[in-house]
C-alpha cells in the first residue's frame, strides 16, 4: 500500500466515527479528511452497495474500503438474493443488510 493511503487511513481512524456493530463486528468509521470520506466495512461489498454511497455522500470524494479490519464474507445486495448467485449460498447475514449498511454510512457521511 503506497504510503500516503496509510497515512490518510490512519488519520480517518483517528477523526473518524463508529457506526457499531452489526452481528458482533465494528461495521464502519466514517471521516472527513479534507472533502475526502471513507466508508469502511469488514465485508466485501458489492458494487451496487458502493455506488449507493457514493452517489448520496455530501463529499467531494467518497472511498469504499472492504475488508477493513476483518474479512467476514460477502454482503449480497437485495438483488443478489433474489437473483442467486454464489456470494449467497452460505451466507451469514440476512437479505436487506447490504442496503440498511449502505444507509448508515449515507447517514454518517452527512453528519461529518
Request: charged fraction near 20%; charge should be negative; include cysteine.
Amino acid at each position: 500500500m503506497k504510503r500516503w493511503i496509510a497515512m490518510l487511513l490512519a488519520l480517518c481512524m483517528l477523526l473518524g466515527k463508529y457506526i457499531g456493530t452489526c452481528f458482533g463486528t465494528l461495521v464502519g468509521i466514517n471521516a472527513d479528511v479534507g472533502g475526502v470520506g471513507f466508508a469502511c466495512a469488514p465485508y466485501e461489498m458489492f458494487g451496487a452497495s458502493g455506488m449507493h454511497i457514493k452517489e448520496r455522500s455530501p463529499m467531494p470524494m467518497t472511498f469504499i474500503v472492504t475488508h477493513c479490519n476483518d474479512s467476514k464474507g460477502y454482503l449480497a445486495t437485495e438483488f443478489a438474493f433474489s437473483h442467486g448467485c454464489y456470494e449467497v449460498d452460505g451466507r451469514n447475514y440476512p437479505k436487506g443488510t447490504a442496503e440498511k449498511l449502505a444507509d448508515a454510512f449515507v447517514e454518517m457521511l452527512c453528519e461529518i
